[in-house]
T-cell receptor, first 115, second 112 residues
Framework: GNSVTQMEGPVTLSEEAFLTINCTYT??????LFWYVQYPGEGLQLLLK?????DKGSNKGFEATYRKETTSFHLEKGSVQVSDSAVYFC??????????????FGKGITLSVRP | DAGITQSPRYKITETGRQVTLMCHQT?????MFWYRQDLGHGLRLIYY???????DKGEVPDGYVVSRSKTENFPLTLESATRSQTSVYFC???????????FGSGTRLTVV
């Protein structure tokens, strides 16, 4: 079946540091890939997505590229801020559209950014 | 405002009691989902629904019951709560053409 593996956390960085959060997946077919963010006390929010190989999703300074050859979708940001402190989830969908299919989530990783 | 609303936000119940968590969405999205979030496990799908009167099991359905008589509501019932069901529960909805899911703010359930 489908699965998503995220790097172990938590991660603590200083403000303006470079961020990479690794995500690899196992899936049949051609899944869509997502990153969700969960701020303290809130539900998950879609951060970015990619629907096919070599697509790059981007939002709020975050980027992730769909790498089919390495089955990866690593999240990066060049300069993190304190406000980026949150839990980040990588996810994939069963079908290419991603809109109405079940999502499989990784375990999430907590990011803390120090001033 | 349009959105997805979960209630209650917090709930403490005793072992063996029945408890129902509510989820209401105002978009008329066809798909709705229930997840539980536990440390070390991430998010796990409990049940989902493709439309009114159509529901199906997810990864961890045991001990839970769902119904969907109206498109906008998708309640989750724990028939006889156990301590292992202490968790944060999230409801989500989606519709063809949208990107991914929209999540509610969650219900933190404690079973004592």
């Amino acid at each position: 079946g489908n699965s998503v593996t995220q790097m172990e956390g938590p991660v603590t960085l200083s403000e303006e540091a470079f961020l990479t959060i690794n995500c690899t997946y196992t899936a049949t077919g051609y899944p869509s890939l997502f990153w969700y963010v969960q701020y303290p006390g809130e539900g998950l929010q879609l951060l970015l997505k990619a629907t096919k190989a070599d697509d790059k999703g981007s939002n709020k300074g975050f980027e992730a590229t769909y790498r089919k050859e390495t089955t990866s979708f690593h999240l990066e940001k060049g300069s993190v801020q304190v406000s980026d402190s949150a839990v980040y989830f990588c996810a994939l969908s069963d079908f290419n559209t991603g809109a109405n299919s079940k999502l499989t989530f990784g375990k999430g990783i907590t990011l803390s950014v120090r001033p | 405002d349009a959105g997805i609303t979960q209630s209650p936000r917090y709930k403490i119940t005793e072992t063996g009691r029945q408890v129902t968590l509510m989820c209401h969405q105002t978009w008329s999205h066809s798909y709705m989902f229930w997840y539980r979030q536990d440390l070390g496990h991430g998010l796990r799908l409990i049940y989902y629904s493709a439309a009114a009167d159509i529901t199906d099991k997810g990864e961890v359905p045991d001990g839970y019951v769902v119904s969907r008589s109206k498109t906008e509501n998708f309640p989750l019932t724990l028939e006889s709560a156990t301590r292992s069901q202490t968790s944060v529960y999230f409801c989500a909805s989606s519709d063809p053409g949208r990107d991914g899911y929209t999540f509610g703010s969650g219900t933190r359930l404690t079973v004592v």
